[in-house]
């Protein structure tokens, strides 16, 4: 029943400018404090698996990056979201980084951390690179994941977005999806994270249950 | 955070308390006009803290929550700080995050959470590098209600209370 609840709240909670409430979900209720309870894993598990989509955007270099291609058979966190956010986005991404420097260094090395800019008119690949840079390189989120920043036109980043089954992006990207997706290596998403902050239990936790190659 | 009450009975005492009040605000920082674990009487701002910018970005969120046990709505008409020029409330009307350029309602016995996803002060055009551990002043302007100033601490992403 949680569990439904928690899918339900996920499909509630999908759109956001720079945020998605983080409403009644199982993880205010301490869940990631004492990730013992949760059932599989601490994120929302989905009921239905989804299966790692193919996409190709542009990376920070203006090289492009197949996203199937290049992630599969590696553990992923995927985000849509804009550097100019100061709510979800920098609080998300510290999470991820907070939970990456949590799990073992061969983990880390496996894992790779996308960040789709809904905002590529300012999000230039530069901006981009020093953006994520501080949240694998700063010392309380010191990992060695590969982190990439993917820009496309607003098409090709609404075909990401569509791909993986979160709302589009609106508003020049300000108001956009707060759904952090996590592809395990048998390339399936079976959990994500909707909260925007405090996740980094959860996320920590669940790493290691994808990677089925460890 | 447990309430703080006072019944001066007299001018010398009420004074001293104030004084130390004050002091602690200036120390401690975040400290509220007054609070508590259900929300004190009146209106009270608590909880207050700032996200600081992630470079190369200068954007910084200001956060916190209003209690309003008064019989009365209140609107919390606009937010200052000493951190920026520019500071936008913004809150999540029907699952989006949405500029209140006119302020926000606080009905009677509610209050306001300004949290991560939840609504933040947007704040812009910063006076200077702002840091974690910075001690920011936020003055709450309300309609028909005397300002509140309270002192935000500047927080690191992913490190905030």
């Known amino acids: 029943m949680r569990r439904l609840a928690a899918v339900l709240v996920s499909a509630v909670l999908l759109l956001a400018a720079c ?23 601490c994120g929302f598990g989905l009921t239905t698996p989804q299966p790692r989509p193919s996409f190709t955007l542009t990376d920070a270099t203006g090289k492009p990056f197949s996203f199937g291609t290049v992630t599969a058979g590696h553990p992923t966190l995927l985000f849509f979201g804009y550097t100019h956010c100061p709510d979800v986005c920098p609080e998300t991404m510290a999470d991820v980084g907070t939970a990456l420097a949590k799990v073992p260094v061969e983990l880390q090395q496996k894992t790779y951390v ?33 982190f990439v920043g993917l820009r496309g036109t607003e098409d090709e980043i609404h075909a990401a977005e569509a791909a993986v089954h979160v709302n589009l992006s609106e508003d020049g990207g300000q108001t956009h999806s707060a759904e952090l997706l996590l592809f395990g290596s048998d390339d399936y998403a079976r959990v994500t994270y909707n909260s925007s902050s405090n996740e980094d239990t959860a996320i920590a936790h669940d790493l290691p249950l994808v990677d089925k190659s460890s | 955070m447990r309430g703080t009450r006072i019944e001066a009975s007299g001018a010398l005492v009420a004074g001293v308390l104030v004084l130390a009040l004050g002091l602690a605000g200036l120390i401690l920082g975040s400290v509220p006009q007054s609070s508590g674990d259900q929300g004190p009487q009146g209106v009270s701002v608590v909880s207050a803290w700032i996200a600081a910018p992630v470079p190369p970005t200068e954007l910084a ?22 951190a920026g020029a520019s500071n936008v409330l913004h809150t999540v009307v029907g699952g ?29 055009q910063l006076f200077g590098k702002l840091k974690a551990g910075d001690l920011i002043s936020m003055e709450l302007t309300f309609a ?18």
């Open chain 1, 19 to 41: 945020s998605s409430g983080k409403g009644a979900t199982p993880n205010q209720t301490g869940l990631n404090d004492q990730p013992q309870q949760c059932s599989a894993y």
């Open chain 1, 114 to 146: 996308v960040f789709v800019t809904t905002d590529p008119t300012r999000d230039t690949g530069s901006v981009l690179t020093q953006w994520l840079s501080n949240f694998h390189t700063a010392d309380q989120f010191l990992n060695k994941a590969t």
């Open chain 2, 96 to 124: 989006v995050m949405t500029a209140q350029e006119g302020g926000v309602l606080i009905r009677a016995r509610s209050s306001l959470v300004l949290s991560v996803g939840e609504g933040h002060v947007m704040i812009d």
């Open chain 2, 61 to 82: 969120a200001g956060y916190f929550t209003v209690y309003n046990n008064t019989d009365s709505d209140v609107q919390l008409l606009k937010v200052t700080t000493s």
């Open chain 2, 144 to 161: 028909d209600l005397a300002p509140i100033d309270v002192t935000a601490k500047v927080y690191a992403p992913g490190t905030h209370p």
